[in-house]
């Protein structure tokens, strides 16, 4: 039964796709100075964040995209102390990062301020109050130009919770070459980046493909993994590179959840660690392309997800 007050958003995906979901009513309906933000309850997926026109989050699912975007990257250096967030507006990013016992810093740095404010006041159930945690530094800015000013070796883990690359888009110049440059420059020896990496399907994964290209630049060692995101209603990637080759960890997932986590995780343990690393042959074929990195001079040219067939 379809109920009459109900406004139907439509998630473009795509020539020929479109995904649809019901929402009962907007808490918030906000322009910021850098992009358009919704936050409306779904009756299937409950509170959800809306940006641009892409659903970004929702309250049943979101701890699925964020334990992968932070667990596999602080598990493989040895002693994560001092981490850095680019972007991470609804601050769960930085609520999963703060799990670990070894973390003393997290500097987050976001450029929209009334986006975070606007998350602060109606998102608790994805920062839980980790905005306040005296370990954390939330900085308002340009992420590149703040990247460009950190000190030598200044970060263990570098967190990219961005936006996608796409041209004009805010978080363009943080995809370059000269970017991860200055990403590496700042991380020590066992430096770590971690990115998501957007949809990762036989139609759509050059995004994924054109950010682990150029982030190996900087941190050769790249791994690609995806989880299933419901009310993304598509497989979602991510990225962990480092600097070094490190001893695996592929084994020892529950052991570091026992040894270096405080609180509990929804989603990420020992199976859930090997089904999100374990991509199948088709999806490795495509990502084992070779192309041009982004650069400064040369950006990625799509201007969003959707993609001509």
């Not at 699925?64 to 602080?74: F, G, Q, R």
């Not at 001092?82 to 703060?98: C, D, F, H, N, V």
């Not at 994805?126 to 000013?149: C, M, T």
């Not at 084992?288 to 969003?304: A, G, L």
């Amino acid at each position: 039964m379809i109920e009459k007050n109900w406004i139907w958003f439509h998630d473009h995906f795509g020539k020929g796709e479109e995904h649809h979901h019901a929402i009962t009513r907007f808490i918030a309906q906000v322009d910021t100075p850098f992009q358009h933000v919704e936050i409306g309850i779904s009756p299937y997926f409950g509170k959800m964040i809306i940006i641009d026109g892409d659903v970004q989050s929702s309250v049943v699912d979101e701890h699925v995209y964020h334990e992968l975007i932070v667990h596999p990257a602080l598990f493989s250096h040895p002693n994560p102390k001092s981490i850095l967030i680019l972007g991470g507006g609804e601050g769960a990013t930085l609520r999963e990062i703060l799990k670990h016992k070894t973390v003393e810093r997290v500097v987050m740095c976001d450029i929209d301020r009334q986006a975070v404010d606007l998350f602060k006041t109606h998102l608790p159930e994805w920062h839980q109050n980790s905005f306040y945690d005296p370990r954390v530094e939330l900085i308002h800015g340009d992420a590149r130009a703040y990247l460009e000013k950190a000190p030598d070796e200044e970060f263990d883990v570098i967190i990219s919770d961005l936006t996608e690359p796409y041209s004009g888009g805010p978080s363009q110049r943080l995809f370059s070459v000269e970017c991860y440059e200055e990403m590496a420059r700042v991380t020590g020896p066992d430096g770590v980046y971690s990115a998501q990496g957007s949809l990762l399907r036989l139609q759509t994964y050059e995004v994924h493909l054109v950010i682990k290209t150029t982030c190996q630049t900087a941190f050769p060692y790249a791994r690609s993994c995806a989880g299933y995101i419901q009310s993304y209603d598509t497989p979602w990637s991510f990225i962990t590179a480092t600097k070094k080759q490190i001893p695996p960890i592929d084994n020892r997932i529950d052991e570091l959840i026992a040894e270096r986590i405080n609180g509990d995780l929804k989603f990420y343990d020992q199976e859930a660690h090997n089904h999100a690393f374990s991509l199948p042959k088709d999806i490795r074929a495509l990502l084992s392309k070779k192309i041009d990195p982004i650069t400064d001079s040369k950006p990625f040219s799509r201007e969003s997800k959707s993609i001509d067939m």
